[in-house]
């Protein structure tokens, strides 16, 4: 089945610091990935998408490129801000034509700790 | 705001009782899923719906329930509550067109503490 593997956290990074939260992934078919943020107290926001081999998606200065040849779908961001402290999961769409459905896998969440 | 709303914001309740949980997803979206966020286990999925019907169920107990009405909200029910369902439970919904590609919009939870 899918699945999607995520770094565990916590990631301390000081301000300004470059952020890579790897996210790697084994599907059937042709997923679609995704980067969700999950801010104190907050839901599940989409952050960036990316639907099909080498699309990059980006996004409020993140960034992850779809690699179909490593099964990766890393999340980077050059210069983190305070503000981006939160938990970031990692998750894979896939569509079951047998049960006409959208299948969603999310990999376990990053927190992201940035310090001033 | 992401479209979908979920009632109540916060409950608190013993243990044995039943509760249920509401959501209204977002307008024109046909597809509701329901998934439990608790401290030691993250992101559980637990049950999908499409345009009323099943389509997925996950690590949904026995005790839990749902289902989606034909004005397309949906319902969980929880009973026979234990310590353990404590969690932040979210419901989600995306307009589900053959594809994969289809985003998925998070309410903000109903946080759920038994006691």
């Known amino acids: 089945g899918n699945s999607v593997t995520q770094m565990e956290g916590p990631v301390t990074l000081s301000e300004e610091a470059f952020l890579t939260i790897n996210c790697t992934y084994t599907a059937t078919g042709y997923p679609s990935l995704f980067w969700y943020v999950q801010y104190p107290g907050e839901g599940l926001q989409l952050l960036l998408k990316a639907t099909k081999a080498d699309d990059k998606g980006s996004n409020k200065g993140f960034e992850a490129t779809y690699r179909k040849e490593t099964t990766s779908f890393h999340l980077e961001k050059g210069s983190v801000q305070v503000s981006d402290s939160a938990v970031y999961f990692c998750a894979l769409s896939d569509y079951m034509n047998s049960g006409g459905y959208q299948k969603v896998t999310f990999g376990i969440g990053t927190k992201l700790q940035v310090i001033p | 705001d992401s479209g979908v709303t979920q009632t109540p914001k916060h409950l608190i309740t013993a243990t044995g009782q039943r509760v249920t949980l509401r959501c209204s997803p977002r307008?024109?979206?046909?597809?509701v899923y329901w998934y439990q966020q608790s401290l030691d286990q993250g992101l559980q999925f637990l049950i999908q719906y499409y345009n009323g019907e099943e389509r997925a169920k996950g690590n949904i107990l026995e005790r839990f329930s749902a289902q989606q009405f034909p004005d397309l909200h949906s319902e969980l029910n929880l009973s026979s509550l234990e310590l353990g369902d404590s969690a932040l439970y979210f419901c989600?919904?995306?307009?589900?067109?053959?594809?994969?590609?289809?985003?998925?919009?998070f309410g903000e939870g109903s946080w759920l503490t038994v006691v």
């Open positions: 307008s024109g979206d046909l597809s």
């Open positions: 989600a919904s995306s307009v589900v067109s053959s594809g994969a590609e289809n985003t998925i919009y």
